[in-house]
């Protein structure tokens, strides 16, 4: 099974701007990998802020943006707010099965 | 407004069985394919398994980890996602949710699995 893996934690200031990535150990990531992004805050479910590498859902805020970058999927948040802080995933699909990157911390100080 | 509401979650002995339910509604649920998520207390999220839409061909697939133990299937008069678990095991002991995908994009609150003595 592939691993997906993420930075474990990340610090960014209010108003700043962060990149999260996303990395295969199956080789470059892709489009066709389907990329997801999520957030999940202390004691909630997740949501979904990102599909199918930069399509934002209705909620999703306008600061949030996903894209490829240097063969992986990345997550760019400009603008950082208090609230964005929050653990973040990313999803790829492998022919069928999915799997979830190991997760970023965010702390926005 | 679209909902997922899983039920069925419980303490239960190892090797035994549970199933979860999943009930949708604000959506075509019939068009969409669903995936189970699961969270151990304290850890990051793994992904369970999914089935297609029927017109897709209502394939499943499953993660290594419980692959001949799970079954996930659906009822789309019911608009209901199912995941029966069975064989187990002290480290299924997690949250698990129900989630679907694309435009669609939400997730359940959960329902607590403890398998345990």
């Known amino acids: 099974q592939a691993v997906v893996t993420q930075e474990p934690s990340l610090t960014v200031s209010p108003g700043g701007t962060v990149t999260l990535t996303c990395g295969s150990s199956?080789?470059?990531?892709?489009?066709?990998?389907?990329p997801y992004w999520f957030q999940q805050k202390p004691g909630q479910a997740p949501r979904t802020l990102i599909y199918?590498?930069?399509n934002k859902h209705s909620w999703t805020p306008a600061r949030f943006s996903g894209s490829l970058l240097g063969g992986k999927a990345a997550l760019t948040l400009s603008g950082a707010q208090p609230e964005d802080e929050a653990e973040y995933y990313c999803l790829l699909s492998y022919s069928g099965a999915r799997v979830f990157g190991t997760g970023t911390k965010v702390t926005v100080l | 407004e679209v909902q997922l509401v899983e039920s069925g979650g419980s303490l239960v002995k190892p090797g035994g069985s549970l199933r979860l339910s999943c009930a949708a509604s604000g959506f075509t649920f019939s068009n969409a394919w669903m995936n189970w998520v699961r969270q151990a207390p304290g850890k990051g999220l793994e992904w369970v398994g999914r089935?297609?839409?029927?017109?897709?061909?209502?394939?499943?697939d499953y993660a290594a980890p419980v692959k001949g133990g799970f079954t996930i299937s659906r009822d789309d008069s019911k608009s209901t996602l199912y995941l029966q678990m069975d064989s187990l095991k002290t480290e299924d002991t997690a949250v698990y949710y129900c989630?679907?995908?694309?435009?669609?994009?939400?997730w359940g609150q959960g329902t607590l699995v403890t398998v345990s003595s």
């Open positions: 089935i297609k839409s029927k017109t897709d061909g209502g394939t499943i």
């Open positions: 989630t679907t995908g694309g435009k669609v994009g939400s």
């Open positions: 199956t080789g470059a990531v892709t489009s066709g990998h389907y």
């Open positions: 199918e590498t930069s």
